[in-house]
C-alpha cells in the first residue's frame, strides 16, 4: 500500500508570513497533485507536478516534486487569510490512472 | 457548467437505516469516483466507474455499501444498514479520461449515523 505523509498536519501563522509544508513517501509516483479544501466544499486541484525537480509556480504558491518522485513540497510567500484551508497531496501512476492516493492533509490557518 | 452535484448536502439518520447519496457528474465526464473522508483516515476511494461500469470496487468496506451508475449523468451510493462508523463525509467526483486530467470533486454529503 502506497502511503503519503504530510507534515505538519496543522499550521497556524500570521499574515504575510512564509509556510512550507511537506509530503513524503517511501513510494514512487508517476505524478502528485495539490487540493486546497476549504470547509463544506470539496477539493479544488491547484496543480499537478509530473517530473522529477519540476518546480511550478501559481502566484504566491510554489510547488516542488522530488527528484526521485517520492516527495514533494508547498511554499506559500506572504501568506493571506485567503489561503486557509486544508492542503492535499495526492500521488498516482500512470498517466491514464485513475487511482489517486491522497495524503491525510495540512490545516493551514492564517491569521489577519 | 455547474460542476459535480451531490444530494443531499447533509443527512443524520439513525443505526440500521438505509442511506442513499446521489451523485451528478459534469456533463461529458466519462469517470466518476466516490470517495469518503474522516478526521482518522483522510480521503479513501470507496469506487471507481468508467463509462457507467464499476472498474474497481475495492475500496468499497463491506456488503454493507453499495453503488450504482445507471447512466452517465447519474449515480448512488447506497448504505443498508447504516451503522455509526459510517458517519463521514461522501465525495463524488468526475473526470475526462485524458492524461493527468483533473478531477473535480462534488461539495460533499455529510452524513451522520446516530
Known amino acids: 500500500t502506497q502511503l503519503l505523509e504530510q507534515s505538519p498536519q496543522f499550521l497556524s501563522i500570521q499574515e504575510g508570513e512564509n509556510l512550507t509544508v511537506y509530503c513524503n513517501s517511501s513510494?514512487?509516483?508517476?505524478?502528485l497533485q495539490w487540493y486546497r479544501q476549504e470547509p463544506g466544499e470539496g477539493p479544488v486541484l491547484l496543480v499537478t507536478?509530473?517530473?522529477?525537480?519540476e518546480v511550478k509556480k501559481l502566484k504566491r504558491l510554489t510547488f516542488q516534486f522530488g527528484d526521485a518522485r517520492k516527495d514533494s513540497s508547498l511554499h506559500i510567500t506572504a501568506a493571506q487569510p485567503g489561503d486557509t484551508g486544508l492542503y492535499l497531496c495526492?500521488?498516482?501512476?500512470?498517466?491514464?490512472?485513475?487511482?489517486?492516493?491522497f495524503g491525510k492533509g495540512t490545516k493551514l490557518s492564517v491569521i489577519p | 457548467d455547474a460542476g459535480v452535484i451531490q444530494s443531499p448536502r447533509h443527512e443524520v439518520t439513525e443505526m440500521g437505516q438505509e442511506v442513499t447519496l446521489r451523485c451528478k457528474p459534469i456533463?461529458?465526464?466519462?469517470?466518476l469516483f466516490w470517495y469518503r473522508q474522516t478526521m482518522m483516515r483522510g480521503l479513501e476511494l470507496l469506487i471507481y466507474?468508467?463509462?457507467?461500469?464499476?472498474?474497481?470496487d475495492s475500496g468499497m468496506p463491506e456488503d454493507r455499501f453499495s453503488a450504482k451508475m445507471p447512466n452517465a449523468s447519474f449515480s448512488t451510493l447506497k448504505i443498508q444498514p447504516s451503522e455509526p462508523r459510517d458517519s463521514a463525509v461522501y465525495f463524488c467526483?468526475?473526470?475526462?479520461?485524458?492524461?493527468?486530467?483533473?478531477?473535480?470533486f462534488g461539495p460533499g454529503t455529510r452524513l451522520t449515523v446516530t
Open positions: 467526483a468526475s473526470r475526462t479520461g485524458g492524461p493527468w486530467s483533473e478531477q473535480y
Open positions: 513510494s514512487v509516483f508517476s505524478s
Open positions: 507536478v509530473v517530473t522529477g525537480g
Open positions: 495526492a500521488g498516482a501512476n500512470g498517466a491514464g490512472s485513475y487511482q489517486l492516493t
Open positions: 456533463s461529458g465526464h466519462n469517470s
Open positions: 466507474f468508467n463509462n457507467n461500469v464499476p472498474i474497481d
